[in-house]
């Protein structure tokens, strides 16, 4: 048993929109950005204002509350560093609060604390506070019109919870006018012993099965490091002994913070593992955190220094005393009886049926071995597991009601939680009548709507023997649920109340097999056309499965079939019934992490032996067929659409055909031409064009060169006319045969910019159509500001440019680019990417982690960052091209990104090429930028189709922890809340 002072530092997980990862640079990070949601404090101009003028005036028939927080042992604080987070708002200017019934740690705004003395004398602190003695505090006004009970805790500057022991309470009486006295908290000083806490993948808990440590991200945040979430690697490095032995390692000295230090014998560590995000999901079961797999270890012996000896797991309440988080307590198991009361803080659940047997936790302080419990007068069968923690059965209770639950050591001292658990009529228990949905995928994460009758607040939701991910209960009636993963077949599904009592729908859930995630028609994407008895040309389609398609070659288990049938007819809907017939495709290569796959038959098939129109699509299978998704045109993400079907037209002999169209995209500054390939022309036929998806046609000049060949010539618009980027249908007449060719061409960003390190809106450098977004947002990182992002393609690569303010302190512009948008193959989560290799050059390895960012693009469907664009200087001094290790492109992939060579001078080659300049006489900084398609798609370059190009620009800092409100597009809703959060995208088509 363990009878050491309790000291509980207990875990409230604050998401801050200043969370930092496990290489935060926090003195560097202090000079970029005080977080964003709260006043700069770090810049008041009146912070060293102690000129004897009372900074505030506390209003007639209002109270005091005072806080105070020692930092003395340490002094790693600041002014304006920690802010007494309560239920409560607070106005900086009056020094008012008002109750918040609502508290949420991350809302606010709320009181800080200073050290520059109080605040009749023009500091900040409570009355008769000393400056400089590293003892923090505030004095705010409160109208106490009623009696009111404020529950408080502390964050940091990251937001970062680091109250100590259960939420604090103070009550102000209704009337007061004087001054009440909220205890505070005191830092301990650091100790001297090391910490290691370790999870092995191969000892999950099986409601994290689908965990994958090859794709999936791991944290583990915890009292010891702030609750600061930090991002474990299995590489070998920091403390983790081997690489790659599933074994994922934190040690405390690799880790450590600003505000955090070694521990000392008996003090208690906190911590929770957390999966896919740093604001992923927590490894818990039921609301408690779960031990398996997971270890821990301490340098507490002297006798042994430097050597890290296994320390007992043990599951302690977190600040509000509704969950358990794994824990350590800092030294050996000692067998010691208590010699003081024990306390009595939570049982867990507090609810059960008056028939007794409801599995119980009671956790506090100071039991001793052979303890006993009585709920009310009836003894419990229990077990003491720790100095902390007892398991029970409850008894039987002859009536419901609220009873108290007493603990007695064997010395006769006792603690007695007066309202400690409730019983319960039996008829009380939940009950399932339905499930919506009924079905879901075997991979989990199918939201569910569970009906029935007495669900409990804090219910959890079993799929067989699988724990639902995440419940939310809505009302007695009602709950929702997001299935976890299970086999194909189907199961029972069981409501289990916090007071034990379950009710289970027998059979209510089906899981079914996981099919195919994306796929599209790749080409061709204009109407193919075909004389009766010729073969169909090549057909291909493309497809995104995640950990099949992404390897190189064919990924395994896909079926890949090319569809034909009527013309305006679903073949998901109609397939066996409407003459919709399927021909087998082969595997073609790899395109990105995409499959790319080919129909090729040199003979009409009987399918098509009619002059007509016809439908044609792709469909794939990851079950031999059992299931097929569908795609058409514009790809699998939003549906099937007759609309966008591939279209096939065979005609007579006679009849016209358009058989190749060069090139198949022009600029949309106009006066270039395409020549249209094919049969049967004539001069004086009518040709017409539209943009695609509209209904009105508009003619279109030609020069005829012969039966086999027309050239269509646009004409240069006029100034602030220009043509929209858009696909254009071709409709060729020649009154005895129409032949309408959708998606025949595209008017897109096609232009050859100069890249000098200016951007001049002029025709020799980049003109106005190609300014792509813009933004005259005022920043909140003074000296660093996105104003216009610019963007255009040719037949060898992408261009950027980019008009930017850019301190050299760290901060880096990172621009994130999917180059096939609608798949999502690549990270939508930024911090996934996780590149930390330490063998890396200093500097480029900085880049690396900036663009390992907490930026989550998950919100835009479809998107998936591939490679990543980032500069950490405009320029190194004048215009011209700069290279340097601050500056680059990137592959992304998750624990190595890919680094691209930079040209010098650029000449559009296979490399990369940045020019840059600082911005002079008030005039932004610039930034172009070069990437080839042959590193966008390989050897091959843009595959035939074209592809959807979605990129982005944001400001980060050097770690990749904080970032400006600068975006490019620029963010209509930005916030503190959501400001990770990217919602705009520029999105344009390259063939």
Not at 230 to 255: C, K, P
Not at 539 to 551: C, H, K, N, Q
Not at 709 to 733: K, V
Request: charged share 20%; proline share 6%; with cysteine.
């Amino acid at each position: 048993m363990r009878t050491r002072g309790w000291l509980a530092i207990f875990c409230l997980c604050v998401w801050g929109a200043g969370c930092g990862d496990d290489e935060v640079d926090q003195s560097d990070a202090s000079d970029l950005v005080v977080d964003q949601h709260r006043p700069d404090l770090t810049g008041d101009a009146d912070l060293d204002d102690l000129s004897g003028t009372a900074r505030w005036t506390k209003p007639d028939g209002y109270a005091s509350l005072t806080f105070t927080v020692d930092d003395s042992a340490n002094q790693t604080y600041t002014d304006g560093q920690m802010e007494w987070n309560a239920s409560l708002t607070y106005d900086a200017d009056t020094n008012i609060v008002l109750f918040s019934s609502s508290w949420l740690p991350t809302q606010g705004p709320f009181p800080p604390l200073y050290d520059d003395g109080p605040y009749d004398l023009g500091g900040h602190e409570a009355l008769g506070a000393t400056a400089g003695d590293h003892v923090f505090s505030v004095e705010v006004f409160f109208l106490a019109e009623e009696t009111t009970t404020f529950e408080y805790g502390l964050i940091n500057e990251l937001d970062y919870w680091i109250w100590v022991g259960p939420n604090g309470q103070v009550t102000v009486q209704q009337g007061e006018i004087g001054t009440v006295v909220a205890d505070g908290m005191t830092f301990t000083s650091f100790g001297d012993i090391d910490l290691r806490v370790t999870l092995n993948i191969a000892e999950l808990h099986a409601s994290y099965a689908d965990f994958d440590p090859a794709n999936d991200a791991l944290y583990v945040k915890g009292s010891m490091i702030s609750w600061r979430p930090v991002q474990l690697l299995d590489n070998g490095e920091r403390g983790d002994a081997t690489a790659d032995d599933g074994i994922f390692t934190m040690t405390l000295s690799e880790y450590e913070g600003d505000h955090d230090g070694l521990l000392n014998l008996e003090q208690e560590a906190q911590f929770v593992f957390v999966f896919y995000s740093a604001e992923g999901i927590e490894y818990k079961v039921g609301g408690n955190a779960v031990t398996d797999g997971v270890a821990a270890y301490s340098t507490w012996d002297p006798e042994q220094p430097g050597v890290f000896l296994p320390e007992e797991l043990l599951l302690l309440p977190e600040s509000a005393g509704r969950a358990l988080n794994t824990a350590v307590l800092v030294g050996p198991d000692e067998q010691i009886q208590p010699t003081e009361d024990p306390v009595l803080r939570f049982i867990e659940p507090n609810r059960g049926p008056t028939t007794g047997g409801t599995p119980v936790e009671l956790l506090g302080q100071r039991f001793a071995v052979g303890a006993t419990v009585k709920f009310d007068q009836n003894a419990a069968t229990c077990n003491v597991q720790s100095d902390l923690l007892i398991t029970c059965t409850t008894p039987p209770h002859p009536t419901p009601g609220t009873v108290p639950v007493r603990v007695e050591n064997p010395d006769s001292r006792s603690s007695t939680h007066e309202l400690g658990f409730t019983y319960v009529d039996v008829a009380s228990a939940p009950s399932i009548t339905g499930i919506d949905p009924p079905r879901g995928s075997e991979m989990g994460g199918t939201q569910v709507t569970i009906t029935g009758a007495n669900f409990a607040s804090g219910a959890t939701v079993l799929f067989g023997e699988n724990l639902a991910a995440t419940v939310t209960f809505n009302s007695a009636n009602a709950l929702s649920a997001t299935t976890p993963a299970g086999n194909p077949g189907t199961v029972s599904v069981t409501v289990r109340n916090p007071d034990s009592q379950t009710g289970t729908l027998t059979n209510g859930f089906t899981y079914e097999q996981e099919g195919v995630d994306w796929a599209t028609i790749q080409w061709p994407l204009t109407t193919v056309t075909i004389f009766e008895g010729e073969p169909l040309p090549d057909l291909f389609g493309r497809v995104y499965e995640p950990g099949v398609t992404d390897g190189t070659g064919q990924g395994a288990g896909i079926t890949a079939q090319l569809v034909i049938g009527p013309d305006g007819s679903n073949p998901e809907e109609e397939f066996s019934d409407d003459g919709w017939v399927s021909f087998p495709m082969d595997f073609h290569g790899d395109i990105g992490n995409d499959d790319e796959y080919v129909f090729q038959d040199d003979t009409l098939d009987p399918a098509l032996d009619t002059v007509g129109e016809y439908d044609w699509a792709v469909r794939f299978s990851m079950d031999s067929g059992s299931t097929w998704l569908y795609a058409d045109r514009d790809g699998s993400g939003n549906g099937y659409s007759v609309d966008q079907a591939g279209t096939i037209v065979v005609v007579d002999s006679s009849g016209l055909r358009v058989t190749d169209l060069s090139p198949p995209a022009i600029s949309i500054l106009g006066a270039q031409e395409i020549a249209v390939s094919g049969t049967n022309f004539s001069d004086g036929m009518t040709v017409q064009t539209r943009p695609n998806g509209t209904t009105t046609f508009a003619a279109q000049p030609y020069l005829f060169d012969s039966s086999s060949q027309l050239r269509l010539t646009f004409a240069a618009p006029t100034a602030g006319n220009y043509r929209a980027p858009d696909r254009f249908d071709l409709r060729l007449d020649d009154s005895d045969y129409e032949l309408l060719l959708e998606n025949a061409y595209l008017v897109g960003y096609l232009y050859t910019p100069t890249l000098d390190g200016t951007i001049e809106n002029a025709a020799e450098d980049w003109p106005t159509p190609f300014r792509q977004a813009a933004s005259d947002i005022p920043t909140n990182w003074a000296g660093n500001s996105l104003y216009n992002l610019y963007a255009s393609f040719d037949e060898d690569g992408l261009y950027l440019g980019i008009e930017a303010d850019l301190e050299h302190s760290g901060n880096t512009i990172v621009v994130y680019l999917d180059t096939d948008f609608g798949a999502a193959s690549g990270f939508s989560q930024m911090n996934a990417i996780a590149d930390e290799d330490p063998d890396k050059p200093t500097d480029w390895w900085r880049l690396d982690r900036a663009v390992t960012s907490w930026v989550d693009a998950s919100a835009v469907t479809g998107f998936g960052a591939d490679f990543a664009f980032g500069t950490m200087e405009l320029a190194p001094g004048d215009v011209g091209h700069f290279i340097n290790e601050l500056t680059g492109w990137r592959k992304l992939v998750a624990g190595d990104n890919w680094w691209f060579d930079i040209e010098s001078p650029c000449t559009h080659t296979s490399s990369t090429c940045v020019e840059g300049s600082y911005g002079a006489d008030g005039q932004p900084g610039v930034i172009e930028t070069f990437v080839p398609w042959t590193i966008l798609y390989g050897s091959a370059g843009v595959p035939q189709g074209g592809r959807q190009i979605a990129l982005f620009a944001r400001i980060v800092n050097q770690t990749g922890d904080f970032l400006s409100n600068q975006s490019l597009p620029p963010e209509p809703s930005y916030s503190d809340e959501t400001k990770w959060q990217v919602s705009e995208v520029l999105v344009f088509e390259v063939r």
